[in-house]
């Protein structure tokens, strides 16, 4: 088997942070060279990060593919969370690389996980499940909240991105019409999923537990949550490993939200083959995600509760899907 000729740079670009990633093809594999992890926040866009990367290595990529966090129209996008504008030709002109394709982040996310990811980088929610071929449903809430669709043409998966992140929250009972209540005050009016189900959301959902007072609130954590830049790692650790009742309460709705939220996504791409749960944020809530809550959410459909309760539903544990994801396809721009 002979060495490609060709080297390629995916990105998986965050809000947060942005992760590009060289590689080479050997045959049909993809052979990862060099990574390298960025402070987004400090950069003044995209173009700034790929020129420090590659300048560092001494390499010019023939190809690149990025996942970015927004929706991307004739090879534009207008990053939702963070102020870069950012385009093809603007960061081929930039960088010197001949073809660059941007990518939703989600659909980069559901390309990796349909092509690289083995077992072990699965955790199951619903271990009755009955697999069969089908579509795939994709959500993932991390800085903010990304939906995705992976369409089964019977052959392969095709990547199909969305905003449904953004679409209107729809409350469950009392506490949660409450909490909607609540967040159109926060919010002037609109309140989409991706207000509850992110890192800031966690913190939404808190703030609003505090106010109908769920739990009392310890004066520690009050402190401590004034001084965070980040408010989600402290509600998450004062409900995992402190059993702090507010905090455990905020993740117990998160739970069930998240879950509904992913059976809406599963109904509306018919996902006989089961929903991927992504993101930063799952894996570090496994402990809430699997006690059942998230599952009681999914399957509250009513009529089409039976058939739910049927589907995959699976974590995704790997680092980074979405950046093996944009390899994926910048292998096939080659």
């Known amino acids: 088997m002979s060495r490609s000729k060709s080297v390629l740079l995916a990105g998986d670009v965050g809000a947060t942070k942005t992760v590009l990633g060289l590689f080479d093809c050997w045959g049909d594999k993809l052979v990862g060279l060099s990574e390298a992890v960025f402070a987004s926040a400090d950069y003044s866009g995209l173009e700034a990060i790929i020129v420090d990367f590659l300048q560092q290595r001494g390499v010019k990529p023939d190809v690149a593919c990025f996942g970015v966090p927004g929706p991307v129209s004739d090879g534009r996008c207008d990053i939702t969370n963070l102020p870069w504008v950012m385009s093809e030709p603007d960061l081929a002109a930039a960088t010197g690389i001949g073809m660059i394709r ?68 729809a409350p469950n009972g009392p506490l949660e019409e409450g909490l909607l209540s609540f967040l159109r005050g926060r919010f002037d009016g609109h309140v989409s999923y991706e207000r509850i189900l992110s890192g800031a959301g966690l913190g939404n959902l808190y703030d609003y537990l505090l106010s109908v ?122």
């Open 102 to 169: 941007l990518l939703n982040d989600v659909q980069t996310m559901a390309l990796g996980m349909a092509y690289r990811l083995g077992e072990e980088d699965w955790v199951d929610l619903n271990p009755a499940a009955s697999p069969r071929p089908g579509n795939i449903a994709v959500i993932a809430a991390g800085t903010g909240l990304g939906e995705a669709i992976l369409y089964w043409d019977g052959k392969r998966y095709h990547a199909l991105p969305t905003e449904g992140g953004h679409t209107d929250f």
């Open 213 to 334: 007072d769920a739990a009392p609130e310890s004066e520690a954590l009050r402190a401590a949550l004034a001084a965070a830049p980040d408010r989600a790692p402290l509600i998450a650790e004062w409900a995992l490993e402190r059993g702090d009742k507010l905090c455990t309460a905020a993740l117990e709705l998160f739970a069930g939200i998240y879950g509904a939220e992913a059976g809406n996504l599963a109904l509306k791409s018919l996902a006989l083959g089961g929903v991927i749960v992504g993101g930063g944020i799952a894996p570090k809530l496994l402990p809430v995600l699997l006690s059942g809550k998230f599952m009681a959410g999914f399957v509250a459909k009513g009529r089409l509760a039976e058939l739910l309760g049927e589907l995959p539903v699976r974590v995704a544990v790997h680092p980074q899907p979405a950046l093996m994801g944009a390899a994926h396809m910048a292998k096939e721009m080659l």
